[in-house]
């Protein structure tokens, strides 16, 4: 019996050890919650650890095991840890981070786009009939040709029309999308087959952009661009896959280990399609091992009942690499495509102040209940108008439903009105936001907005903080690409290549605000920062290795690629 009793205490020591190692410990304790007797299965040594833990903000040394961080410190502090089969790997001062969040992505799109007609860049009208004329080689007659990226404003602003494309696709239907996801390309031959012409009424929240004799040009915008994507052949399931490991595997080499996909829901496109993808993609890479970056993922809030009944089943984390994070909607357009929406007319548009393309009681009672269901509400607004709308609907659902750990996030917060960026603060509200499109407006907000307009509003980083919203840095990609150092880089410098002065100096944000709006503030925005975002002991060991070799060399000159991602301690890229 007591040669039992003994086993049996063994075992359950056993089972404590592996606990410890699986089950995550409340990261503020601090408690020793690695047993003694236990090796780690990397140690990384000699090295400059940006930890974003603002209790021990710097490191030299870091231990992981199973998966987690084991222990940051000294080398010394870590001599414990280090078993015959430890590895060790010297850094020799290199710089290491937490692994980047990207808290806004479409990423089965990215993944898709990254196979498509590449627009974005191009500067002028012949180079972009140039990239069309060439893809249009590679298709046989009647196959679509798709694509995105293109930005006007990079060509002095010339809208594009369906007569750039008919010549050089005559028989190819073609669809191309514009930067922002809000305005989109047909030729006429994918008009004639949307049935789109001069008599096709405008949808609710959608325009048809027209020639003065009413004639179609070609341009859709926001739910108009539905009436061309109801005849674009599905993407197979199979492309969608492999869209998503390319996603992954491009993702990683610019140093990100976790995303929030707000999926394939814009306005015009179908709600079913982000699930589809959740089944047909995700689940299927879940199971087959595939997962190569961790997903938080959100859901067309039209659907939120069937959002709330999934994580009722199956809980919010459907292991470390699926996360259920809750629904979004969309309030209004884009800038770019001048259906962002205003209190006051766009400047190249007198009498247009965009476009509203939710009813504001709709949007409050799908709020509210996915809000009393525990869902997290992710809302996209960019207008000045739009942000003060959703700012106090948020009011009035805290009201009727209580104060609670709910964390609203606003996508994009782009153009605030003058006191809007402290309201953020009186909830603790996300504003996602997307650093890299700053690059894609400084140089057109003014034509569109006014430059007293555009200077007042614009992308205000440093006063949201101030006023104590919660800034999680993301991309939006493949609107903007995903690419977390250059991020940081555009929110530090708020210049566009070739400018010598910033847009907006006020609104410059210092290193360390800027690294952890991509790290530990994008993990508390998604409801993870007890598991990710910064390299603290029981937390997954997500990170990158930078080429710097000191912390100056990297505040000095942020580099332009990552050496070396990791997920779950394992090198992931390359």
């Known amino acids: 019996m007591a040669a039992r009793s003994a086993l049996l205490a063994a075992g359950a020591t056993a089972l404590v050890a592996v606990a410890a190692v699986f089950l995550l410990p409340d990261p503020a304790s601090r408690l020793p919650w690695a047993p003694r007797g236990r090796f780690a299965d990397m140690i990384l040594a000699n090295a400059t650890i940006y930890t974003a833990d603002p209790a021990r903000p710097f490191a030299a040394a870091m231990a992981v095991r199973a998966g987690r961080v084991l222990r940051v410190g ?11 089969d430890t590895y060790e790997l010297n850094l020799s001062g290199n710089v290491l981070l937490p692994g980047f969040i990207d808290s806004h992505v479409h990423l089965i799109d990215g993944g898709l786009q990254l196979a498509r007609v590449p627009l974005r860049g191009v500067r002028s009208k012949d180079e972009f ?65 949307a049935g789109i012409d001069k008599n096709s009424n405008d949808p609710v929240g959608g325009t048809i952009v027209r020639t003065t004799e009413r004639e179609p040009t070609g341009l859709l915008v926001d739910a108009a661009m539905k009436l061309v994507f109801n005849v674009i052949p599905e993407v197979s399931v199979n492309d969608r896959r492999e869209a998503l490991l390319t996603a992954s595997r491009h993702a990683l080499m610019r140093g990100v280990t976790t995303v929030v996909d707000v999926g394939s829901y814009f306005p015009g496109t179908s709600e079913e399609q982000t699930w589809q993808d959740f089944s047909d993609v995700y689940e299927w890479a879940h199971s087959m091992g595939k997962m ?41 357009g884009s800038l770019g495509s001048s259906s962002a929406w205003f209190y006051e007319p766009y400047e190249d548009a007198p009498g247009d102040y965009g476009l509203q393309l939710l009813d504001m009681d709709v949007l409050l009672n799908a709020t509210l209940e996915s809000d009393k269901s525990g869902l997290q509400v992710a809302i996209h607004a960019i207008g000045d108008k739009a942000n003060d709308m959703l700012l106090d609907m948020f009011d009035k659902v805290v009201s009727l439903n209580g104060t609670k750990d709910r964390r609203f996030r606003i996508e994009h917060a782009q153009h605030l009105s003058p006191g809007a960026a402290k309201r953020f603060g009186e909830h603790g509200i996300i504003a996602s936001v997307q650093p890299d499109h700053l690059l894609d407006d400084a140089d057109s907000a003014g034509r569109k907005i006014g430059v007293e307009r555009a200077e007042r509003s614009s992308y205000l980083f440093r006063s949201l903080l101030a006023g104590g ?4 840095f993301g991309s ?12 940081i880089r555009t929110a530090m410098s708020r210049k566009l290549p070739g ?19 991509h790290t530990i ?13 910064s390299l603290v002991e029981g937390k997954y060991a997500d990170f990158v290795v930078l080429p710097s070799t000191s912390w100056r060399e990297f505040a000095d000159d942020i580099p332009g690629h990552v050496l070396a991602t990791y997920v779950n301690g394992k090198q992931a890229y390359p």
């Open 469 to 472: 919203a919660h800034l999680a």
């Open 521 to 533: 503030s994008a993990a508390y925005a998604c409801f993870l920062d007890h598991v990710l975002g």
């Open 476 to 487: 939006d990609w493949p609107v903007s690409d995903i690419y977390p150092l250059q991020a």
């Open 292 to 332: 190569m970056i961790r997903v938080c993922l959100f859901f067309p809030m039209p659907t939120w009942p069937r959002v709330s009944d999934l994580i009722h089943e199956r809980g919010r984390s459907l292991s470390g690499w699926i996360h259920l994070g809750g629904v979004k909607a969309f309030l209004d």
């Open 129 to 193: 009939i140039s990239r069309v004329k060439g893809a249009v080689r590679d298709k046989h007659p009647g196959e679509w040709v798709r694509g995105g990226g293109w930005n006007n404003d990079f060509w002095g602003g010339e809208i594009p029309t369906a007569a750039w494309l008919d010549d050089i696709s005559p028989d190819n239907p073609v669809w191309l999308s514009r930067m922002d996801g809000h305005m989109g390309l047909a030729n006429s031959l994918a008009m004639k087959i």
């Open 499 to 517: 400018w010598e002065a910033p847009w907006i100096s006020a609104e410059r944000l210092p290193l360390d605000d800027s690294l952890k709006a």
């Open 74 to 84: 000294t080398y010394d502090s870590l001599k414990e840890f280090k078993g015959r």
